[in-house]
């Protein structure tokens, strides 16, 4: 079953703007991470943020991380056509001691950037 | 380092047949992951490997399924025999215990006809 589930399922907005993605969870967590998946490939880690984390930064990417809601939105910032692909979070629910975890994965958002 | 490379890229096999996929993590990494991907059901998790040992597998679908990691440079997925509700993308990931994130491959594509 799918722990994460990100909203909306597609997006599509003019380079420049600021595209905004949204996942919610079920159960707790110890950290969430976005994935970035272009057409055809495989997915690539674009960050972590911890439980106890409020909010995290990289680049024009922008994180937040609410644990009393179960949520979490990933912000980037002055979109470019590059941008256009599927985003991904992910969850760690199921750490159970050091170097021990498996990955949840939701169903993405589709985003495409218009030039 | 070259990544996570998996092969082949593209298989397209009749029901039936026995289909061996191949994964090398990055040198180093202890934790191997095979996923499936569907556009109906996303991406699954089929199981997982800590140093070479199974950890979870419970997410293989069927007996069809099984995978081996012989050693810490190589892992392979395999179905026998393959039917055409095993079509979808096999991604293998990497990860080290020192670090969350996940290094995925490029995938291999299967299609059973």
């Known amino acids: 079953s799918q722990q994460g589930e990100e909203d909306p399922q597609a997006l599509s907005i003019q380079e420049g703007e600021n595209a905004t993605m949204n996942c919610s969870y079920k159960?707790?967590?110890?950290?969430l991470q976005w994935y970035r998946q272009n057409s055809g490939r495989g997915l690539v880690h674009l960050i972590l943020i911890r439980s106890n984390e409020r909010e995290k930064h990289s680049g024009r990417l922008r994180v937040t991380l609410d644990t009393s809601k179960k949520s979490s939105s990933l912000l980037i910032t002055a979109s470019r056509a590059a941008d256009t692909a599927s985003y991904f979070c992910?969850?760690?629910?199921?750490?159970?001691?050091?170097?021990?975890?498996?990955?949840?994965f939701g169903k993405g958002t589709k985003l495409s950037v218009i030039p | 380092d070259a990544g996570v490379i998996q092969s082949p890229r593209h298989e397209v096999t009749e029901m039936g047949q026995e289909v061996t996929l191949r994964c090398k993590p990055i040198s180093g990494h202890d934790y191997l992951f095979w996923y499936r991907q569907t556009m109906m059901r996303g991406l699954e998790l089929l199981i997982y490997f800590n140093n070479n040992v199974p950890i979870d597998d419970s997410g293989m679908p069927e007996d069809r399924f099984s995978a081996k990691m012989p050693n810490a440079s190589f892992s392979t997925l395999k179905i026998q025999p393959s039917e055409p509700r095993d079509s979808a993308v096999y991604f293998c990931a990497s990860s080290s215990s020192d670090s969350y994130g996940y290094t995925f491959g490029s995938g291999t594509r299967l299609t059973v006809v």
């Open positions: 159960t707790s967590i110890n950290n």
């Open positions: 992910a969850t760690d629910a199921s750490y159970s001691g050091a170097g021990s975890y498996q990955l949840t």
